[in-house]
């Protein structure tokens, strides 16, 4: 569900907070109440509502083939990883390094952060096992600086995803706002400085914790446009 929630977060025209919004209310319920529903969301036109779910339906499958494919990412990274270390206990260094960079190039493409740190911490045993050889100081200090900016994305993406979870919660607990304290809530929420402009996020990953995270904010305000 927390995938499907982050996916569903990418598109935020009004037809795609609508269906969002009854995903929410399906959540919400031990047993399926179509009534229910339909009284408390209002937004949710009756004759409208085979569509949604239809229209629901065919992005949460949608959603399924998307975090299978990112699976099989984590899978290969691993692997990639195991086959490195395998062959730098075999002293085959410069074949180690070259998996290595596949590695690094498949963890950049998908923003994979703990591997690419990990990544990082085998290029440095590489180069002490290398003695460092047609290692300038520059090439050392990138290295440290690649490291830091991978961390600092990292970083910044948990305090997105942290502001998103708060979010969500607050938004489960209430289902939708309707008081002024609870809008209040929400508004503390929404005013921390990451929320007020996307350049803040520096990742495509942190980018769909905003929107995500704004989604939700205005699907409990029942403000669509």
Request: proline share 2%; aromatic share 12%.
């Amino acid at each position: 569900k927390k995938f499907f929630k982050l996916f569903a977060s990418r598109r935020l025209n009004k037809k795609d907070l609508i269906y969002l919004n009854l995903f929410y209310a399906i959540d919400k319920q031990k047993e399926y109440d179509e009534d229910k529903i339909l009284g408390n969301n209002k937004s949710i036109q009756p004759k409208e509502l085979p569509k949604i779910k239809m229209y629901l339906y065919e992005r949460i499958l949608k959603s399924l083939n998307i975090y299978h494919a990112n699976s099989s990412v984590n899978r290969k990274l691993k692997e990639l990883l195991q086959y490195s270390e395998n062959l730098y206990e075999k002293g085959l260094l410069d074949q180690s390094r070259k998996v290595l960079k596949k590695a690094e190039v498949l963890a950049n493409k998908y923003e994979k952060f703990l591997p690419l740190m990990e990544i990082i911490e085998w290029q440095k045993r590489l180069d002490q096992a290398e003695n460092a050889s047609g290692k300038s100081d520059e090439d050392i200090v990138q290295l440290f600086e690649k490291e830091e900016c991978i961390l600092n994305k990292f970083k910044n993406m948990m305090e997105y995803a942290k502001l998103s979870s708060r979010t969500f919660l607050l938004t489960h607990k209430l289902h939708q706002t309707r008081t002024p304290k609870e809008n209040d809530l929400y508004n503390a929420l929404i005013s921390h400085p990451f929320l007020k402009n996307e350049s803040y996020a520096d990742s495509f990953q942190s980018k769909r914790f905003f929107y995500f995270t704004h989604a939700i904010y205005h699907l409990s305000k029942n403000d669509y446009i």
